[in-house]
Every structure is written in structure tokens, then in C-alpha cells.
């Protein structure tokens, strides 16, 4: 009966080779902040599996900034010489994606050209007459 | 103690609100405690009334409440100035009022309670103003990283968010504002950069960080290109003596003599969405 028992939870491990963190517990809804994201990081690293899923369920926006964090950490966990983790990002809304792919693929090709920007420069007191007269 | 009243705008319009802004700022000294004259105000608007709430939770300033019934009303239901800044807290007072957005009070410390009173007051814009599809994402995405740049560029470690809709001119105002160290002082603590404001205003429209890292210093300026370009808004920053005031045709960097904001304001004002949007050509 033991060894049954100890079968059984050896072959539940096996199939389960994964931890998940349930990032709106952990988060909110909107996860915007870096610092938070960043926060993860010791969570992810106690994790006993190699494997760890960030389940994105219920969350309705990532920022950018949140966005380019958990990229960041995602490479980190990879490359660590110890203890490595494999971070996927699982059950993520279509804006959540969306967000993922547009910084990942600015992080793989930068935009090297810089904005143009053309001011008018200008005076309080020529804002207000202009704001006053339109 | 300096008596500052409070007027009433000429019109809705959002550079007259700002001009207001400036007349009540002007020749403030740094943390001057002032005493600020609500009793003939009638009409306030975000863009006036979280920067002073900021200010007096800054500096302990004190204020005279507003004689007119509609205004004394208003600024209670808005819990002007100390706001709140608990998750729950604004729940229970969302419930409660239905009507009205309390001025929200996000706490660096807070961390997880400050992410979620931040995903409230989203959502809650959000459903104001309509649900059009992407509206969510046009919403959501100009406060995410607006509030996000308090905490990682300001050094201070409370920033202050308001919004209101207005139904029958069918736009919502919202203000973002911190009293931390503002952009130019950010660029030469972190880069060594000796920058005037309004050439800190220019490095963060370039998308120059305060970081080294890539992929930082997108946050103002596509916020910015959402609110103008995607939504057909107007968009305004300040830090400390000048500011950008811009729309989809304009873009002006205003100078603000005998004016400083110790810190960032941001507003913006997003007219009712009448089609779908879709922000991500905005995100570069």
C-alpha cells in the first residue's frame, strides 16, 4: 500500500513538471509596475520545478514597461548558471500577447532611427491669447 | 501664509484650465505653505484640482472650502484633497457614490495595494467611458505608464491620479501628478545630463532615458501618440518651468516664467470613443 501511494505521487509529479504562479493573485488585473513584476523574481527562484508558468488568467493589460520586466526576467531565469528555470507565459489574453510581441520584437530589432520632433516654442502668455481667440 | 484664491476657468477648454493652473502656482516658492481660496469657486476640473490636493498633501497647506453648495458637494464626493488609497476603500466608495472618482493616492510602499487601486480606477475610467472595442487598451495603456514613470523616474513615493467624465460634452479629463524630483533634475541625477526643463521635456519626446537599458523611455512619449493621434486628444505636461501642451495637429513647449512644479503633471482629455480603436501603430 505505501509503495502504492509513493508510485502514485512520484507519477503525479512527473506528469505535473511544472509550478504555476497565478499572476492576478500575485498582481492585479492591470499589472503596470516594474518593481512588482521585477518581485517575481525571488517567487519564480523558489519554485521547485524547472518549469514555471505565469498564468496570465483574468488579466486584462499588461504595460509596456511590465511587459519588457517580465521579458527581462523570463531571459534571466534562462541564462542563470544555477538553478535555471524555463518561464512560459500561459493562458494570456490576445492584449496581453499583443503587448509581450511588441516589445519582444523591438528588444530582437531596436528602432534605431530616433523620432523627429518639431516644437513650437512658446510663451504662456501667446498659449493663452491663441487658446482665448480659437 | 500667501492666500491664494482659486478662480473658475473661462470655458472648458483645456489650455484655459492650465492657464489657471499656472496663475495659482506662480511665484510659489519651493514647499510655501499657501492658503488656498475655494469660497467663490463653482467649477473645478482635474487638471486644477490634483495638483493642488498634491501640493497640500505635500506641503501641509491649507485650504478654504467652497461657499457654492454644487462645488462644496463635489470636492466632498471627490474627497478632495486627502483622496484615498486603499483598493477597498475605493470599492465600497465607488458603490456607494455610483457618480463620482475619488482622487486616488498610489503609495510606492504599498506595492500589490497600489497595483490594484491603479486597476480600478483603469477599469473604472474604462467603463465611463464607454466600451468600443480597444477602447480598453487606449484607456488602460496612457495611465499604466504614466503612473509606472512616477515611481521609477520621481524619486517620490506617493503619486496622485483623478479623473472625471463629463456626459454631456462626452470627454473624460484625467491627471496624473507627483511632487518628486521632476525630469531635469531625473536627467542629471541619472545621466549626468545639465538639461533646462524644456530640454528634458525635448529628451523625453526623443525617447532619451533616465535608464541605460533598452526599450526604457517609451512610456510619456507613446502615451502621448495614443492620446492625440489614437484617441484625437489633447495632452499636457509639466516639470518644473515649462511644458508641452499637445494635439494631433500642435505640439508647443511652453515656458513658464515665475512658475515650478517640483515634480511631473500630466493631463489629458480623451473624447468619447465613437468607433473602434486600435493603439498598438501608436506603441512603435
Given amino acids: 500500500m505505501i509503495y502504492l501511494l509513493y508510485y502514485r505521487h512520484k507519477t503525479m509529479c512527473m506528469e505535473k513538471q511544472h509550478n504555476t504562479i497565478l499572476i492576478v493573485k500575485k498582481i492585479a488585473k492591470i499589472v503596470s509596475s516594474r518593481d512588482l513584476v521585477h518581485n517575481l523574481e525571488k517567487e519564480v527562484s523558489r519554485q521547485e520545478h524547472s518549469t514555471v508558468n505565469l498564468d496570465f488568467t483574468d488579466v486584462e493589460f499588461i504595460s509596456r514597461s511590465a511587459a519588457h520586466e517580465l521579458l527581462l526576467l523570463q531571459e534571466k531565469m534562462r541564462t ?5 528555470k524555463e518561464v512560459l507565459f500561459v ?6 500577447k499583443k503587448m509581450l510581441r511588441i516589445v519582444a520584437s523591438n528588444k530582437a530589432v531596436p528602432e534605431s532611427s530616433k523620432p523627429r520632433i518639431r516644437l513650437e516654442k512658446i510663451d504662456i502668455d501667446t498659449l493663452m491669447r491663441a487658446a482665448s481667440s480659437g | 501664509m500667501k492666500n491664494i484664491p482659486i478662480l473658475d476657468p473661462k470655458n472648458d477648454n483645456l489650455i484655459q484650465q492650465f492657464g489657471i493652473l499656472y496663475s ?13 481660496d475655494l469660497s467663490k469657486t463653482r467649477w473645478l476640473c482635474p487638471i486644477i484640482i490634483l495638483p493642488v490636493a498634491a501640493y497640500i ?4 497647506s491649507t485650504f478654504a472650502q467652497s461657499k457654492n453648495e454644487t462645488a462644496k458637494a463635489y470636492l466632498n464626493a471627490i474627497r478632495f484633497p486627502k483622496g484615498i488609497s486603499s483598493a477597498s476603500e475605493f470599492e465600497k466608495y465607488v458603490q456607494e457614490t455610483k457618480t463620482y472618482v475619488p482622487i486616488s493616492i498610489l503609495r510606492r510602499d504599498k ?7 491603479e486597476s480600478m480606477f483603469s477599469g473604472l475610467m474604462y467603463r465611463i467611458l464607454g466600451s468600443v472595442s480597444g477602447a480598453q487598451n487606449a484607456v488602460y495603456y496612457p495611465i499604466a505608464e504614466l503612473v509606472t514613470n512616477i515611481f521609477e523616474h520621481s524619486k517620490d513615493d506617493v503619486g496622485f491620479i483623478f479623473g472625471q467624465y463629463y456626459p454631456k460634452k462626452e470627454y473624460l479629463d484625467i491627471c496624473i501628478a507627483d511632487t518628486g524630483r521632476g525630469l531635469a533634475q531625473a536627467y542629471k541625477d541619472e545621466t549626468g545630463l545639465e538639461l533646462t526643463d524644456g530640454q528634458a521635456i525635448e529628451e523625453v519626446l526623443k525617447g532619451h532615458s533616465t535608464k541605460s537599458q533598452q526599450e526604457r523611455g517609451y512610456g510619456i512619449r507613446t502615451s502621448k501618440k495614443v492620446v492625440c493621434e489614437g484617441l484625437d486628444g489633447n495632452f499636457i505636461i509639466a516639470s518644473g518651468a515649462s511644458a508641452l501642451v499637445a494635439s494631433q495637429s500642435s505640439e508647443k513647449l511652453v515656458s513658464l516664467p515665475d512658475f515650478y512644479w517640483h515634480g511631473v503633471i500630466v493631463a489629458y482629455r480623451i473624447p468619447k470613443p465613437k468607433g473602434g480603436i486600435d493603439i498598438s501603430g501608436f506603441l512603435e
Avoid: M, P, Y
Avoid at chain 2, 57 to 60: E, F, I, L, V, Y
Fill in chain 1, 80 to 84: 542563470k548558471t544555477f538553478k535555471k
Fill in chain 1, 91 to 96: 493562458h494570456t489574453s490576445d492584449d496581453v
Fill in chain 2, 24 to 36: 495659482i502656482f506662480t511665484n510659489v516658492g519651493e514647499k510655501e505653505k499657501i492658503h488656498f
Fill in chain 2, 57 to 60: 498633501a505635500k506641503t501641509n
Fill in chain 2, 111 to 117: 506595492g500589490v495595494e497600489r497595483e490594484n487601486l
